[in-house]
């Protein structure tokens, strides 16, 4: 099967179905759980991250960060919450619109909303494409971070050189197929 890089990434993360072949996260093949399943492992094992941040318009910062909690019934830990906005320098633009935030701000929020259930796996698809380097270089810190706190594994798709030779290990993938994989620490 050809795949492209956010295709495949949306098929780790249970949003896309493989035409062929299995998916196994912790011993589970995603073929096998139902739509509802699929659903409770996207919100416990799976941060996601997407180039456009895709944050809900009508909610504030706060609240775009606590969503996946409050989808899965459970309620914010405070302290936890406040530590994330604090960690993303986000303390003063808590109740503001992502509309009234910069690029850089919104992927921060992003990432707050991705790490806030301490998934598994964070999937981040060019997170840092839209952004400056500053911010580039502020989002890969929160994601190191967030990896060595949580015990995470982080995919990412990204065409940056320099930020994938941060990373611990590189899959270069052309045309649906693998070219390199490469441990790199």
């Given at each position: 099967?050809?795949?492209?890089?956010?295709?495949?990434?949306?098929?780790?993360?249970?949003i896309d179905?493989?035409?062929?072949?299995?998916?196994?996260?912790?011993?589970?093949?995603?073929?096998?759980?139902?739509?509802?399943?699929?659903?409770?492992?996207?919100?416990r094992q799976i941060g996601l991250i997407y180039?456009?941040?895709?944050?809900?318009?009508?909610?504030?910062?706060?609240?775009?960060?606590?969503?996946?909690?409050?989808?899965?019934n459970k309620k914010p830990n405070k302290e936890e919450l406040n530590s994330i906005i604090e960690m993303l320098n986000l303390k003063d633009r808590i109740s503001h619109l992502p509309s009234e935030l910069s690029g850089g701000q919104q992927q921060?929020?992003?990432?707050?909303r991705a790490i806030i259930t301490k998934p598994a796996i964070i999937l981040a698809d060019e997170p840092t494409g839209n952004l400056d380097t500053k911010n580039s270089n502020e989002i890969i810190s929160y994601l190191k971070y967030s990896s060595k706190?949580?015990?995470?594994?982080?995919?990412m798709v990204t065409?940056?050189?320099?930020?994938a030779l941060q990373a611990d290990r590189i899959i270069k993938l052309a045309d649906g197929k693998l070219i390199l994989d490469k441990k790199i620490k």
């Open positions: 099967m050809e795949v492209g890089k956010s295709t495949l990434l949306h098929i780790i993360g249970g179905v493989a035409t062929s072949g299995k998916v196994y996260i912790e011993n589970t093949d995603l073929s096998t759980l139902s739509e509802n399943e699929l659903t409770i492992y996207r919100r180039q456009f941040y895709n944050l809900v318009p009508i909610l504030n910062v706060k609240e775009n960060i606590e969503l996946p909690l409050l989808l899965d921060k929020v992003a990432v707050g706190k949580f015990h995470q594994t982080i995919i065409h940056n050189e320099n930020i």
